[in-house]
């Protein structure tokens, strides 16, 4: 891996890792995805790299360098009109909950299931369709087109969203958690065990139990898909 500027494609599903010590996860990369070393990001037992679908870096061991080929044939972003996302709605909420029935935790970093973080579980159900979101998300929440601003209404933003917008909690200051709607009051998301449900899980936009109060109470906004993303 000699030439930075090189892109490859992994061969297999591999592990990024948010540190050159390889051992918090940051993001996992499903067989076919394109890469680039990030230039300088080398030490004796990791190669930093970045992920050409949605711009994010992590950390790979040197030995994932026999799971990675040299490519040919460039990553190119999609073309996604708003009108075939729409169109794709269906399949990709199809995905959530396909998700949710298979025995499933929260993983931090997951993308690649059966467990996933939450933006990671978006992220793929997207990215199934051909519609590649950014991977984190508060970065999800800048792609989208806003539906709903933080410190908005929950109750008036229900008002306003269809099947496969995006939900987004957390802090005041940052948005740390996200859902997709799915109609009738209703999102599917992958939460973690401190303050979710340590699984995917359907809840409502309400007050009804702890775990929903603690999500409503930390609502953010909401927006709507309507491309592909393109760095």
Same mark, same amino acid.
């Given at each position: 891996?000699a030439?930075?500027?090189?892109?490859?494609?992994?061969?297999?599903?591999?592990?990024?890792?948010?540190?050159?010590?390889?051992?918090?996860?940051?993001t996992?990369?499903?067989?076919?995805?394109?890469l680039?070393?990030?230039?300088?990001?080398?030490?004796?037992a990791?190669?930093?790299?970045?992920?050409?679908?949605? &711009?994010?870096? +992590?950390?790979?061991?040197?030995? #994932?360098?026999e799971?990675? !080929?040299p490519? @040919?044939?460039?990553y190119?972003? *999609?073309?996604?009109?708003?009108?075939?996302?729409?169109?794709?709605?269906?399949?990709?909420?199809?995905?959530t909950?396909?998700?949710?029935?298979?025995p499933?935790?929260?993983l931090?970093?997951?993308?690649?299931g059966?467990?996933?973080?939450?933006?990671?579980?978006?992220q793929r159900?997207? &990215?199934?369709? +051909?519609?590649?979101?950014?991977? #984190?998300?508060?970065?999800? !929440?800048?792609? @989208?087109e806003?539906?709903a601003? *933080?410190g908005?209404?929950?109750?008036?933003?229900?008002?306003?969203?269809?099947?496969?917008?995006l939900?987004?909690?957390?802090?005041?200051?940052?948005?740390?958690?996200v859902a997709?709607?799915?109609?009738?009051?209703?999102?599917i998301h992958?939460?973690?065990?401190?303050?979710?449900?340590?699984?995917?899980?359907?809840?409502?936009?309400?007050?009804?139990?702890?775990?929903?109060?603690?999500?409503y109470?930390?609502?953010?906004?909401?927006?709507?898909?309507?491309?592909?993303?393109?760095?």
């Amino acid at each position: 891996m000699a030439q930075p500027s090189l892109e490859y494609q992994t061969q297999v599903h591999l592990n990024l890792y948010d540190s050159p010590e390889l051992k918090a996860l940051a993001t996992q990369a499903l067989q076919g995805r394109h890469l680039r070393q990030v230039e300088e990001g080398q030490t004796e037992a990791a190669i930093q790299v970045c992920l050409c679908e949605d &711009g994010y870096s +992590g950390w790979i061991s040197v030995a #994932d360098l026999e799971s990675i !080929q040299p490519t @040919t044939t460039p990553y190119v972003a *999609p073309v996604v009109t708003a009108a075939q996302v729409q169109e794709r709605i269906g399949d990709a909420i199809a995905f959530t909950k396909s998700a949710l029935s298979v025995p499933n935790i929260y993983l931090w970093g997951g993308t690649l299931g059966p467990n996933y973080d939450c933006s990671g579980l978006m992220q793929r159900a997207y &990215g199934e369709q +051909g519609i590649w979101l950014p991977r #984190d998300s508060y970065q999800q !929440q800048d792609f @989208t087109e806003t539906i709903a601003e *933080p410190g908005s209404d929950p109750e008036d933003c229900l008002n306003h969203l269809q099947p496969g917008d995006l939900i987004f909690f957390g802090k005041p200051e940052k948005t740390d958690h996200v859902a997709m709607y799915i109609g009738d009051g209703e999102y599917i998301h992958s939460s973690g065990h401190e303050k979710g449900r340590n699984t995917i899980a359907i809840d409502r936009l309400d007050e009804g139990d702890l775990v929903r109060k603690t999500y409503y109470q930390q609502f953010r906004g909401a927006g709507r898909v309507v491309s592909s993303y393109r760095l």
